[in-house]
């Protein structure tokens, strides 16, 4: 894939010095990821690219006039990077619309991203991918999307408000700036080729597109397979052994640093040995409105692989070129002629502190502000409620034990750590009460619910969880990876409805309970995933859900907002929870709660 000039003869004479160029950014410190070096430069923009880079990194005997250009930008020494580029991110994770999003990271020098809306396709089907795509037309930014490969994540272990096939995806793919197929999370279908995923790869394949990976702790020939299926990329490494394996292969590893997991130090110290890190790039995933504005976004990133050891010059290239090649786009994520003009100031490579964002040759975004307008716009799919529950009664938060009295044993899902998204299947003995489980006075398993609210179907189940970490109450969530069904980790029935009819009301969102009460809550009513509010605003709020959230007990996780969310994630092992029961996700069965 190219990007292409509108101008191309225009481009030729501007680089030749034969057309004045639009913009010429001067007195940069260029910094070059193609061959690893910085030197003084001018950079010289027409047609929103670059037509030609005045240097003389050699100190030949040579003598070139001053770029000619309609304006003139004094970059005062500054080092000049290529605009940053997120290799995987789930906008709707952000909390905020496409819009919004791109309010709150352009600034800090983000000016492509690739999102995959598999969050809100699993709520509106292909209309939320075209909100997705229509929703970000004409941002100083690229956002690229990707068309959502599975919907739902496990065909038959969830129900969500959506199923796509390869005539769908297809139907996607003819949308603009739609790229791919977005991070393919059924790899146990694709490795035990499922007939459904592979009609989904080869819909893609056919097209030359890009295929977005996704291989939790795969290794031997289970990686190898997936990888013969198409995937090119994958974001769920956690460790370094994951890492080297897949680099080996050819697989990029998108080294992720969201606001659940922080992959990046590790991954980074992983692979230093390594003599090429072409494979290598850094991505976001998941982070919320609050850690951009404290943190940044892919400038974040890219200052944690610094201080985790990657050379500067390394660690951008990982989140410019690689990201780049990765997807096939040969002309942007570098600084050189023909390449599409994304370029960011920053006045220290090692802090990654952003002075002035170029995008498609314009300054957009100078010293932490947007300079550029970006029109507020109201979209329909705004306005509707996205929760559909019926039928709800204290019943539905009641394990039935099968039995009047006495003891039973039970399955439940164990989380290896608070910190942690993965888990386990183990076994335990429960206390029945009038026919109910009882839970361990003082302990710190509690009772999980998933109520499908999508109004196809009316699916609930109940199941255990140990580990989770709240230490009484309920806490709930209509943002529940990825089919996004109600969610409700409770120690008692009436805490669990009355967090559920919150949600309810508020159209969806998160909120908590304890003693009775409503403690907190964070209005999410935009399929409810998102909020129409600014990443300010948002911010303000998801700091007051978690500090309400570390009271109950989670404190070991440095974001407790989205500790609940992955509960219902059928594609990261072992054990997970979905409105049809608890499944063994190697397995791919759903399993009995009561032995």
């Given at each position: 894939?190219?990007?292409?000039?509108?101008?191309?003869k225009g481009l030729i004479e501007a680089a030749i010095g034969r057309r004045e160029c639009d913009l010429a950014i001067e007195n940069c410190k260029v910094v070059n990821v193609f061959s690893g070096e910085i030197y003084e430069g001018d950079v010289g923009i027409y047609g929103g690219?670059?037509?030609?880079?005045?240097?003389?990194?050699?100190?030949?005997?040579?003598?070139?006039?001053?770029i000619k250009a309609k304006k003139y930008y004094d970059a005062k020494g500054k080092y000049i990077i290529p605009g940053l580029i997120d290799a995987h991110i789930h906008i709707e994770s952000t909390l905020m619309t496409p819009r919004n999003f791109a309010k709150a990271v352009i600034?800090?020098?983000?000016?492509?991203?690739?999102?995959?809306?598999?969050?809100?396709?699993?709520?509106?089907?292909?209309?939320?991918?075209?909100?997705?795509?229509?929703?970000?037309?004409?941002?100083?930014?690229?956002?690229?999307?990707?068309?959502?490969?599975?919907?739902?994540?496990?065909?038959?272990?969830?129900?969500?408000?959506?199923?796509?096939?390869?005539?769908?995806?297809?139907?996607?793919?003819?949308?603009?700036?739609?790229?791919?197929?977005?991070?393919?999370?059924?790899?146990?279908?694709?490795?035990?080729?499922?007939?459904?995923?592979?009609?989904?790869?080869?819909?893609?394949?056919?097209?030359?597109?890009?295929?977005?990976?996704?291989?939790?702790?795969?290794?031997?020939?289970?990686?190898?397979?997936?990888?013969?299926?198409?995937?090119?990329?994958?974001?769920?490494?956690?460790?370094?052994?994951?890492?080297?394996?897949?680099?080996?292969?050819?697989?990029?590893?998108?080294?992720?640093?969201?606001?659940?997991?922080?992959?990046?130090?590790?991954?980074?110290?992983?692979?230093?040995?390594?003599?090429?890190?072409?494979?290598?790039?850094?991505?976001?995933?998941?982070?919320?409105?609050?850690?951009i504005l404290e943190f940044g976004h892919m400038n974040a990133v890219v200052r944690t692989a610094i201080k985790a050891g990657m050379n500067p010059i390394d660690a951008i290239r990982s989140a410019t070129l690689n990201n780049a090649r990765e997807l096939g786009i040969i002309n942007?994520?570098?600084?050189?002629?023909?390449?599409?003009?994304?370029?960011?100031?920053?006045?220290?490579?090692?802090?990654?502190?952003?002075?002035?964002?170029?995008?498609?040759?314009?300054?957009?975004?100078?010293?932490?502000?947007?300079?550029?307008?970006?029109?507020?716009?109201?979209?329909?799919?705004?306005?509707?409620?996205?929760?559909?529950?019926?039928?709800?009664?204290?019943?539905?938060?009641?394990?039935?034990?099968?039995?009047?009295?006495?003891?039973?044993?039970?399955?439940?899902?164990?989380?290896?750590?608070?910190?942690?998204?993965?888990?386990?299947?183990?076994?335990?003995?429960?206390?029945?009460?009038?026919?109910?489980?009882?839970?361990?006075?003082?302990?710190?398993?509690?009772?999980?619910?998933?109520?499908?609210?999508?109004?196809?179907?009316?699916?609930?189940?109940?199941?255990?969880?140990?580990?989770?970490?709240?230490?009484?109450?309920?806490?709930?969530?209509?943002?529940?990876?990825?089919?996004?069904?109600?969610?409700?980790?409770?120690?008692?029935?009436?805490?669990?409805?009355?967090?559920?009819?919150?949600?309810?009301?508020?159209?969806?969102?998160?909120?908590?309970?304890?003693?009775?009460?409503?403690?907190?809550?964070?209005?999410?009513?935009?399929?409810?995933?998102?909020?129409?509010?600014?990443?300010?605003?948002?911010?303000?709020?998801?700091?007051?859900?978690?500090?309400?959230?570390?009271?109950?007990?989670?404190?070991?996780?440095?974001?407790?907002?989205?500790?609940?969310?992955?509960?219902?994630?059928?594609?990261?092992?072992?054990?997970?929870?979905?409105?049809?029961?608890?499944?063994?996700?190697?397995?791919?069965?759903?399993?009995?709660?009561?032995?």
């Amino acid at each position: 894939m190219k990007i292409i000039p509108k101008d191309k003869k225009g481009l030729i004479e501007a680089a030749i010095g034969r057309r004045e160029c639009d913009l010429a950014i001067e007195n940069c410190k260029v910094v070059n990821v193609f061959s690893g070096e910085i030197y003084e430069g001018d950079v010289g923009i027409y047609g929103g690219f670059i037509a030609h880079i005045k240097c003389n990194p050699d100190n030949l005997d040579i003598n070139e006039d001053r770029i000619k250009a309609k304006k003139y930008y004094d970059a005062k020494g500054k080092y000049i990077i290529p605009g940053l580029i997120d290799a995987h991110i789930h906008i709707e994770s952000t909390l905020m619309t496409p819009r919004n999003f791109a309010k709150a990271v352009i600034p800090h020098g983000t000016t492509t991203v690739v999102t995959d809306p598999h969050e809100i396709a699993n709520v509106y089907g292909i209309a939320g991918v075209e909100y997705m795509h229509n929703s970000s037309e004409g941002l100083p930014m690229r956002q690229y999307v990707l068309a959502p490969s599975c919907v739902p994540a496990v065909l038959g272990l969830e129900n969500a408000g959506a199923e796509f096939n390869y005539e769908d995806i297809e139907r996607m793919f003819e949308l603009d700036r739609v790229i791919g197929l977005g991070e393919v999370m059924d790899y146990v279908g694709v490795i035990d080729n499922d007939t459904r995923m592979v009609e989904i790869l080869e819909a893609a394949e056919k097209r030359g597109l890009f295929i977005q990976g996704h291989a939790p702790f795969l290794s031997g020939r289970g990686l190898s397979a997936y990888l013969c299926g198409g995937a090119v990329s994958c974001h769920e490494s956690r460790t370094a052994n994951e890492a080297r394996d897949k680099i080996r292969n050819g697989m990029y590893v998108d080294a992720r640093e969201s606001s659940i997991s922080k992959d990046v130090a590790s991954l980074v110290k992983g692979v230093e040995d390594f003599r090429y890190k072409t494979n290598l790039t850094l991505c976001t995933d998941d982070r919320e409105a609050d850690e951009i504005l404290e943190f940044g976004h892919m400038n974040a990133v890219v200052r944690t692989a610094i201080k985790a050891g990657m050379n500067p010059i390394d660690a951008i290239r990982s989140a410019t070129l690689n990201n780049a090649r990765e997807l096939g786009i040969i002309n942007l994520g570098g600084i050189a002629p023909n390449f599409v003009a994304d370029l960011v100031l920053v006045e220290n490579l090692e802090e990654m502190n952003v002075k002035a964002v170029i995008y498609n040759g314009e300054v957009v975004a100078e010293d932490g502000k947007l300079l550029v307008q970006i029109e507020d716009k109201e979209f329909d799919i705004e306005n509707k409620n996205s929760v559909h529950v019926k039928d709800l009664s204290i019943e539905d938060f009641i394990l039935k034990a099968g039995v009047e009295s006495g003891k039973v044993k039970a399955n439940v899902i164990k989380y290896l750590a608070q910190t942690s998204s993965s888990t386990e299947i183990i076994e335990e003995e429960f206390e029945v009460e009038n026919g109910r489980v009882k839970l361990p006075e003082n302990g710190d398993t509690k009772f999980v619910v998933v109520i499908n609210r999508h109004g196809k179907l009316y699916t609930k189940s109940i199941a255990l969880v140990k580990g989770f970490g709240i230490r009484k109450g309920a806490v709930g969530s209509t943002v529940s990876h990825d089919s996004h069904n109600l969610t409700i980790v409770f120690d008692n029935a009436e805490e669990g409805m009355l967090v559920a009819e919150d949600l309810i009301k508020l159209g969806g969102g998160l909120s908590c309970s304890i003693d009775g009460k409503i403690k907190n809550n964070l209005q999410l009513s935009v399929a409810g995933l998102m909020s129409t509010r600014p990443a300010e605003e948002i911010s303000v709020q998801a700091e007051t859900m978690k500090k309400s959230l570390r009271e109950m007990g989670l404190t070991e996780i440095k974001n407790p907002l989205l500790r609940i969310v992955t509960l219902a994630l059928p594609v990261i092992p072992k054990a997970k929870m979905s409105d049809l029961g608890v499944i063994d996700v190697l397995k791919k069965e759903i399993i009995e709660v009561i032995k």
